[in-house]
Each structure stands twice: as C-alpha cells, then as structure tokens.
C-alpha cells in the first residue's frame, strides 16, 4: 500500500537523534570548526549513548514473510543520519564508530574480524594522489610473505585517519590483473610501516580530520584480508568480485545523502527562525509568484529538500525489501548533494550580513555541505551511474 | 488487524486493484491516447469518438455509491492520482480531459449534500460520456486560487453570480460545472451550473498548448442558480478542493514527464552522430539522468501529498509543494525533452 510516511518507530528514531543533535553535537559546532585537527572528546559521550541505544534490546517482533514490506535498518540509518547531520556533519564523522571502515568489516568480515575490529573506529583508505572516482585504478599494492601481507603505497583523503584505530585498505594484489585483483585489508594503526604523513586543511567538515597515511612495506596478518584472497579469472567472476566492493556504495550512498538532507535541514531552519524575527513565515498557500521573492525562494528550497529526502527514504526502503537499489541508491545521492549545495548557500544568500557572518553558522552549514557532493562518488559520477541505467549503457559505451 | 500497523509502513507498493487499473491505463494511454495525440494537437480538437471511449473506463462512476448506480468503489487520491499519471503519459491535454468529470464527482462527493449526489451523480452511470467540469482559474495575472473574484450573491431565495472563469475543460459544451465563487461576506463557495442560464456567455479560446481540449471562458453577468446548487451545507472547503486539484495536476505533470524521458531515451540510443549513439555522451546522458531524478522526486512527493489526502493526515503543504517543485522541474523535462531531439524536437 502506498504510504510515505515513516514508521512511529523510525519517527522516535528520529526525534531522539535530533535531540542528541541539538544538545550534545550543536553546542561545539563553532570550537571544532575553528579548532581543526583537534579531537572533539565531547562526541565520545555521544558514541556511548548511539552504542547503548543501537544494543537495546528491541522486543518481539512478530514473524514476517517475505511478501510483508520491511521498513528495517536502512531506513533507520537514513532517519538518524539525517539528525546527526542536522546537528554538526563535522562532528558526526568524528563520532568513533561511525566509520566507513565499520561498515565494511560488518558487511563483510568474518565473525573473528567482526568481534576483533567490529567496535574499534575503523576509517577507510580508498583514494590516491592519482586515483580518486577510478577505484579500480589503485596502485598500493599487497604481496604475501608467509604468513602475512606485506602493503606498500600512499592513500590520501582518508576520513578520520588520524583519529581512528583501525584501517581498511584497498590494495591490489596483481595491478597488472585488474579489478578483480583488488582487495581490502584491515591494517590496525600503530603497525610498523603504517603512518599517518598529513592532515588536510579543509573547506569545511574541519572537526573530523582528513589524512594522508603511507604504507612502507607494512607487515599484517594473512587472516587480515577482508574477503577471499583469489584472483578470479574469468569476466563474469571479475565483475562480481569487484562489483561486490562497489555494491557496499548502494548502501552507504543513501545515507551519506541523508547527510545533505541533515545540513540542508539545518540551514533552512537557521535561515527561516531568522527571516521569522523580521516578520518572514510561509503561509503554504500564497502560490509562489505572488509572494515576495525570499518567500518564494524559500518555497522552492522547502520543495527541493521535500524531494531529495523522499528519494533518500525510497532507495533505503528499497534496500530494506531486498530490491536492487543501485540506481535510486545514487539518484538520491545526486539529488541530495545539489540540493545541500544549493539550500546550504542559498540561506546564506537570503540572510545577507547574518548568513556570511560567523555570528550563526549558515555560513558553516554552506562549507560543510560541499563535502556531501563530492566524498562517496562526485555528483558526476551518480549521474554516469543513473545515466547508465536509464539510458541501458555499459560502462564501456558511456564512459 | 494486521493491516493497522502495515498501513503506517513507508511502502511504495501498488496493491493489487492499483496494478490491474495500471494495466488498463496504461494500454488505454498506448493504444487510445498516444495512437491519436499528435493528430488532435494539430486539428485542435478530440476525435469524436474519444470520450465515448474514455467512457469504458468507468473514472466517473467508480466512486459514485451503488445505489445511485455507480460502482461504489472507495475514493482513493493515491489510486487517482495514479491513474491520471498513467493516463498522461499518452498525452497531457487528454488526459485532462479524461478525467475532468472525474473531479466534478468527485468534489460532489466530497463536500455536496446527499440531495445533491441524489441530483446529480446518476447522470454519469448510463455508460456515456458525461462533460462536466470545474471551473476555478480566472483571467489575471496574480490569480490567486484561493481569493476567487468571481462573486455570488444573494437574490431572494436563490443567488447569482457573476464575474469570468477561464481555461474551463468542456467549457463551451458542459452540461454540469462547478463553479468557485466567492460568496459576499460568507467566504468561497462552490455551485453547480447545469445547462445555459441567462447571463452566461461562453467563450471557446486557444492556447499554447492543451489545444486538442475544448477550453473556455465563462462569464457570469448576474446569471441566476437556485439555491439548491450551492454546494453543501457547510462553508466550502476551497483549501481543500484546491490542494486535491492541486494533486491532480501533478499528476498529470509526472505522467507527461515520464512519456517525455521514456520518448528521449528511446530517440538518444537510436540517433547517431560521428558514428555512434549520441547518449553515449556524457553531455547528452546526464540531461537524461536528470530528467530521471528530478521526475522520481515529482512522483514521490505527488504521492506523498495523495497518501496523507488518503489516510485523513492534513496534505496542504505537501500538495503546495508537489506544485512548486512540478511546476519547476516538469517545465524543465519539456523543454530538454524538445532540446535533445535538437531541430526534430522544434518541428512538429
């Protein structure tokens, strides 16, 4: 039955995040953005309190079927990120645990590497200096010795790197074999070999730090691999190994969406408490070439942020009911990032002195939300992705 | 029992009675609409026998209840607003008309009197073709649907109105209209006008597009209604009647949208130019991609706005918007849908 409205459940998930957001995330919106590089200890107390609610017991539920429609964890991921992220983007990716490491070792490490590394902060090692949305390209490379693998290599753009405990690195086995040569590797931080060279000045997303992390023959153990060491051989189990690694994308792109929609949030509520103080409120009914030009404007904004978070809750209630989800999965990541972008400045815009000014934080929220356009796959990359699937293209034709 | 808390899941899953009207729709807007659009776009007029036909597909006389001989279904906004997308994707302006008594029923039945149903609603359950309509939308630039400036007045027992409505489906030839007037000191009201009263002069008039449906304007110069066709007993809920309307017309425009990405798409695989398809361009592919987004987006929050109508949950705002973001990306599809066909897009 057609139905947009989110579960009482997933709407308490909701209201008890923001509310986390709004008192133990907002406060230090401005000290971690001023103070970058430095480790904000106050969202230690905010991953205790995720754990702590994420391991409540749940109660009975009651047996479905598989014809009954889910509405499970991934709309629950989108519901939260989105207020974590309307409380400070920064902040939350400075949250321990909230790594894309995590979620790659949940999502794909056996039972040992799950209770081992499962609840450290695992960061994620992806891009090169001279491989960023080609991830098939990688050049770190992994070459068994033994008992243990040895990495070499330079990975940059490494979210949290500083701050995490424990690293998942893509390296290739064989670069001269392809894609279905590359693996990822779980690389605890203070291995010899293993260090962190810089930390990136950014444009926004100042309290969560970026790093530059080189591999110098860095030696780990064999059972650290994620995933089967073979090489597939031929072209169908080539595409499956890789295409495995990049189907982790499918879920995360959602949620990595859903930050957009917590910035954007974030920003019009700033923006229209601050046009209300001069007597600006939204009748909803005055169609919008008859209002004055900043209540228009702000209708649209309303209306692109309407879109995109439905697109997000759609991708993930596809995920949650077992459908292939890669071209909603990177539809509401396209959408969402323009409609951060656009939202997030557009407020600053209409503010005038008071969104430029450091005075509130419109002028943060528009730097932060670049980010979200960009990290997990470049609005360009989604649309080679939609445009892909809409259009019936391989990767070879549409390049 | 189970299906309380079922009812509250997000779920975009058409139920079984929505999947077979889909298959019916669908076909009607291949074979019925789309066969005879580009033909009745350049005549300016409906084939003679489409309504008729449209007739078949029972969109009138589903919700009309069984004793006053219609089918007695449940009035869903999400299931007519799905239908109105199916039906669109064949074309926008007969689509429009094809479910424009739909909405004059509907609206009966929503805010009408029992007397009034009794009055009026057999009429569309012989099987024909009914043309009725709603007449809303006046001639001014900054026509504002809630502030009609269209009046009524009172004259004895009865009312007259008077000012003009325009771009009125069936507006020269329909027997029933609903006509939103603004009723002196009361508020807005709705009445219906059935055959050609004294002081009604109609206007059959061209526009840019739509042109295959017969638009007019009305003008009411004291034109009499006896008070019997004032719609309920109650003020009239403009607000309401304006959002659902507003809902319809999103539907249509997501309808129209998808016909439009579904006709590029085959076009941009099939036309090539310096010796391969040109969607294999990033230039041309990511217009499509966005034509796709911003068309799913459309959808869903048409839906949205639908399903809260639907459950009984206040849907201005999310009607308000569907518009907004319709209105601006739906103009947008057209024009890039006309873009990639490059000169065999302007032609006709």
């Known amino acids: 039955m057609i139905q947009l409205e989110i579960s009482e459940q997933h709407q308490k998930t909701y209201e008890n995040a923001r509310l986390l957001a709004e008192h133990m995330m907002r406060p230090y919106s401005r000290k971690y953005d001023k103070a970058e590089h430095t480790f904000p200890k106050e969202m230690e107390e905010v991953s205790a309190i995720l754990a702590q609610n994420a391991s409540k017991p749940r109660g009975d539920k009651p047996e479905k079927d598989s014809a009954t429609v889910k509405n499970g964890g991934n709309i629950a991921a989108v519901v939260g990120m989105q207020a974590l992220a309307w409380g400070d983007l920064g902040l939350f990716l400075a949250i321990p645990g909230s790594g894309l490491g995590n979620a790659a070792i949940n999502a794909v490490g056996t039972a040992e590497q799950r209770a081992k590394f499962g609840k450290t902060y695992a960061a994620m090692c992806i891009t090169e200096p001279g491989t960023g949305s080609d991830s098939a390209n990688i050049s770190t490379t992994a070459v068994r010795d033994g008992d243990e693998w040895v990495l070499n290599g330079e990975k940059i753009y490494v979210t949290a790197g500083q701050q995490s405990d424990t690293l998942v690195v893509w390296a290739t086995l064989d670069k001269s074999r392809g894609k279905a040569a590359i693996k990822s590797f779980i690389v605890p931080k203070g291995t010899p070999g293993c260090e962190v060279t810089r930390l990136e000045h950014k444009m926004g997303i100042r309290a969560s730090d970026t790093a530059a992390i080189s591999f110098s023959d860095c030696r780990i153990p064999l059972e650290n691999i994620l995933g089967n060491a073979e090489i597939a051989v031929d072209e169908e189990g080539r595409k499956k190994s890789f295409g495995g690694v990049m189907q982790t994308f499918d879920n995360t792109r959602p949620p990595v969406a859903a930050m957009a929609l917590g910035i954007a949030r974030a920003a019009l509520d700033m923006a229209r408490d601050l046009l209300s103080k001069e007597g600006i409120f939204l009748d909803y009914s005055t169609k919008p070439s008859n209002c004055s030009a900043i209540e228009a404007e702000l209708y649209k904004m309303e209306a692109e942020f309407e879109g995109a978070r439905l697109l997000v809750l759609k991708a993930a209630w596809m995920a949650d009911n077992g459908k292939p989800n890669s071209k909603e999965a990177s539809m509401c990541k396209a959408k969402g990032g323009r409609m951060g972008n656009y939202v997030t400045l557009r407020c600053v815009e209409l503010c005038q002195s008071l969104g430029y000014s450091e005075q509130n934080l419109l002028e943060k929220f528009a730097r932060d939300s670049k980010i979200v356009d960009i990290f997990e796959g470049t609005q360009q990359i989604q649309q080679l992705i939609v445009a892909r699937q809409v259009l019936g293209k391989s990767s070879s034709e549409l390049k | ?348």
């Not at chain 2, 001989?69 to 607003?81: D, E, H, I, Q, T």
């Not at chain 2, 929503?110 to 009034?116: E, F, I, P, R, S």
């Not at chain 2, 309920?232 to 507003?246: H, I, T």
């Open chain 2, 1 to 348: 029992m189970n299906s309380r808390v079922e009812n509250k899941l997000f779920d975009l899953t058409r139920d079984d009675e929505q999947r077979m009207s889909q298959e019916t729709m669908e076909r009607f807007a291949a074979n019925e609409i789309r066969e005879v659009a580009k033909n009745a776009d350049e005549v300016g007029a409906t084939p003679s026998s489409f309504f008729e036909k449209t007739a078949e597909l029972g969109l009138a006389l589903l919700p009309i209840p069984e004793p006053l001989g219609g089918a007695g279904m449940l009035r869903s906004p999400v299931s007519n607003s799905l239908n109105a997308q199916d039906l669109a994707w064949g074309d926008l302006a007969l689509a429009l008309g094809t479910i424009s008594p739909q909405a004059f029923v509907n609206t009966v039945l929503d805010q009408g009197t029992d007397a009034q149903r009794e009055q009026y609603l057999p009429k569309f359950c012989d099987g024909r073709f009914l043309a009725a309509s709603t007449a809303l939308t006046e001639p001014r630039a900054t026509f504002d649907p809630m502030v009609p400036q269209c009046t009524a007045r009172p004259d004895g027992d009865d009312y007259v109105l008077s000012g003009e409505k325009c771009m009125v489906p069936f507006g020269e030839s329909a027997e029933l209209l609903l006509v939103i007037a603004y009723l002196e000191d009361n508020g807005p009201r709705a009445f219906v006008v059935e055959g050609s009263p004294k002081g009604l002069t109609r206007t059959r008039e061209e526009h840019m597009g739509l042109r295959t449906l017969e638009l007019a304007t009305l003008r009411f110069e004291d034109t009499p209604v006896p008070a019997s066709a004032m719609l309920g007993e109650k003020a009239f809920d403009l607000q309401r009647f304006v959002s659902l309307s507003r809902i319809g017309l999103c539907s249509l425009a997501v309808g129209c949208c998808q016909g439009v990405l579904d006709y590029v798409t085959e076009y941009v695989n099939e036309r090539t130019a310096f010796g391969e398809p040109i969607s294999n361009r990033q230039a041309v592919a990511f217009m499509v991609a966005d034509m796709a987004i911003e068309l799913d987006a459309m959808r869903l929050m048409t839906l949205r706005a639908a399903s809260r109508a639907e459950q009984g949950l206040d849907f201005h705002e999310q009607a308000f918007l569907a518009k907004v973001a319709c209105a601006e990306h739906a103009m947008k599809i057209g024009t890039n849908g006309v873009q990639l066909l490059g000169g065999h897009g302007f032609c006709r």
